[in-house]
Structures are given as structure tokens and as C-alpha cells.
């Protein structure tokens, strides 16, 4: 049986070259439905979650990477601490041949390692103008959603945007999918194991505590 729940909620979205915040009321429904029967798909993008990650450090710098002509390298990071470290955990940006990947990702992907282990991608999209082909894309790999979260976004001057955002609550894989992420320019999708998706949820967490001291 489908349950509907309404929810009423806020958000703010900015966009980066106006710099004028967009006052987003939604009006969201949250649809759940029984899982898309399938065959398992544990990964995404040519990965396999629980995979070992060996890859090249990519040419150029950490601000301007290049892109590989064959496969995908990774950005060694002073800021997040990944200098090739086979057992290291966290977020790595990787650089992929642009031919490789969906256009809407422009050839780069970032990936949560555990360990040295992939457990969870990361993907920005071009945000609304490339929303349809990122959603068909993620519905021809998972299925339908397990949830949708349909919102209305409305700016100042009464435009309108779709920012419907899809989640696929499945046994083996977490995935969330924000048409707007930031700026109508920008999308995201998360794409995480069981495992990498508490790992993460955790981090956050920890990430969100209170200082213990003030000034």
C-alpha cells in the first residue's frame, strides 16, 4: 500500500554569480514504495564497493588536475590529507578520462575510501540543465525510487524550479539525488555501500558536535 506523507520545510539556494540567496519554500511529499526488484548492483560508475582503489597521482596540481588520456587517476590533497596512502580513509577527487563517465559528471568523481577500500561516490551534475539525463541515468541503473522528496523552489522574481529530490533505499546501495545542490547550477549525487554510508553518517556527526570550550 502507498503511504504519503506531507511535510512542510525550508530551504535556501544561492547562486554563485548573483550571490542573491533564493528563499525556497517546499511542499514536499514523501512517497514510499516497495523495492524495484532487481539484481544486485553494488557500485556504480565501473566500481565495486569493497574494492581495492590503485590509481596514479594525477598530473598538474592539486588546484588543476589533469585528465588522464586512459582510465582515471586520483589528486594527492594537503587539505585532505591524501598523499597515496594505500590504507587511508576518507574523500579522494579523481580525475577520470572525460569519455569514461556520464557528460553530467565532467569526467571527475569524488571517492569515500575506507581503508583504501571504495565504499561511496560522490558526483556533482550541472545542476537543472542536465537534471533529465542524470535522473533517467540513476532510474535505468536502480530502478524507480524508493522515496521521492518533491519540492517546488521559487525565487524572488516568481521562477520557478523542479527539486525533486530521488532516494533508493536498497539492501546493498544508499543513493540520494539533488537536482539542485547549492545552485540551480549544481546537483549531486551520493552513492554509498551500507557500510560506507554509516561510516559517513558518522563522520558528519562527529564533524556537527559542539565545541567543548568557547572564547
Known amino acids: 500500500m502507498l503511504k504519503v506523507r506531507h511535510l512542510q520545510t525550508s530551504i535556501q539556494v544561492s547562486f554563485k554569480m548573483q550571490k ?12 514510499l514504495t516497495p523495492i524495484f526488484s532487481r539484481a544486485e548492483k553494488s557500485g556504480a560508475f565501473g566500481f565495486t564497493f569493497g574494492e581495492k582503489i590503485e590509481a596514479p597521482k594525477c598530473s598538474g596540481s592539486d588546484q588543476f588536475p589533469v585528465h588522464p588520456q ?5 589528486v594527492f590533497n594537503q587539505i585532505t590529507g591524501y598523499q597515496g596512502s594505500p590504507a587511508y580513509t576518507g574523500v579522494v577527487s579523481a580525475r577520470f578520462k572525460y569519455s569514461d563517465l556520464p ?9 569515500y575510501l575506507i581503508e583504501g ?11 537543472l540543465t542536465t537534471n533529465m539525463s542524470a535522473s533517467d541515468d540513476l532510474i535505468k541503473k536502480y530502478g524507480q525510487p524508493t522515496e521521492k522528496l518533491v519540492a517546488t523552489a521559487q525565487n524572488g522574481f516568481g521562477a520557478s524550479f523542479d527539486n525533486t529530490i ?10 540520494k539525488y539533488f537536482p539542485i545542490f547549492g545552485n540551480v547550477k549544481e546537483g549531486r ?12 553518517q558518522k563522520s558528519i556527526k562527529a564533524a ?6 568557547g572564547l
Not at 23 to 29: E, F, N, P, Y
Open 166 to 175: 530521488l532516494i533508493w533505499d536498497l539492501p546493498d546501495v544508499k543513493v
Open 70 to 74: 586512459d582510465g582515471y587517476c586520483l
Open 103 to 111: 557528460f553530467w559528471t565532467g569526467g571527475k568523481l569524488s571517492l
Open 20 to 31: 542573491t540567496p533564493i528563499k525556497s519554500i517546499l511542499a514536499v511529499a514523501l512517497i
Open 117 to 127: 577500500r571504495i565504499e561511496g561516490i560522490i558526483a556533482s551534475t550541472g545542476g
Open 189 to 200: 549525487i551520493d552513492i554509498f555501500s551500507p557500510t560506507g554510508y554509516e561510516s559517513r
Open 208 to 213: 556537527e558536535r559542539p565545541l567543548t570550550r
